[in-house]
T-cell receptor
């Protein structure tokens, strides 16, 4: 079992729709959770961090954390073509572990 | 630009040669991390520094890899006797080191191609 798992996609949504990205992790001691966006050929850029159970909203992005289920998700509302990228889930327990990423395509 | 910088951005080398990459972190950040990323995968942790001290090294970091951060500012990652399997994007990140809420910011990466 991988430490951080994501559906590789590709996930395709129409412009203006909600994109839902999911991530599960194996270490129950994990304390910090991050979503990074990575455009092709570029380095990861931080979108959101979340540390406690529940929802955290920042503009069009909402992160959701459920530690009991070891599950973290990212919702992107009103998806735009510029949101097309790979989204990386990252979890810190002892050190930072990344999932393989979910490739999102937003079609105009 | 006050973000994390890395040099060179691209490096092409022949198998068996040594290469060295440099990372300059955000100025007030005392933690510095190195990752390796291959196509279709997320970044894999290699090592990190708290100031000048190297606190952790991944099992992925073979004896051919060495990293330094001599004055607690910039860091170098050296790969000796490069192999084709070393071809990857090498990413550097830095953070303030705030414990559980610590956030890492990435540099643009160095893309290594070993022929």
């Amino acid at each position: 079992q991988k430490e951080v798992e994501q559906n590789s996609g590709p996930l395709s949504v129409p412009e203006g729709a909600i994109a839902s990205l999911n991530c599960t992790y194996s270490d129950r001691g994990s304390q910090s959770f991050f979503w990074y966006r990575q455009y092709s050929g570029k380095s990861p850029e931080l979108i959101m961090s979340i540390y406690s159970n529940g929802d955290k909203e920042d503009g069009r992005f909402t992160a959701q954390l459920n530690k009991a289920s070891q599950y973290v998700s990212l919702l992107i509302r009103d998806s735009q073509p510029s949101d097309s990228a790979t989204y990386l889930c990252a979890v810190i327990s002892h050190d930072m572990r990344f999932g393989a990423g979910t490739r999102l395509t937003v079609k105009p | 630009d006050t973000g994390v910088s890395q040099n060179p951005r691209h490096k092409i080398t022949k198998r068996g040669q040594n290469v060295t990459f440099r990372c300059d972190p955000i100025s007030e950040h005392n933690r510095l991390y190195w990752y390796r990323q291959t196509l279709g995968q997320g970044p894999e942790f290699l090592t990190y520094f708290q100031n000048e001290a190297q606190l952790e090294k991944s099992r992925l970091l073979s004896d051919r890899f060495s990293a330094e951060r001599p004055k607690g500012s910039f860091s170098t990652l050296e790969i000796q006797r490069t192999e084709q399997g070393d071809s990857a994007m090498y990413l550097c990140a830095s953070s303030l080191g705030l414990g559980p809420t610590d956030t890492q910011y990435f540099g643009p990466g160095t893309r290594l191609t070993v022929l």
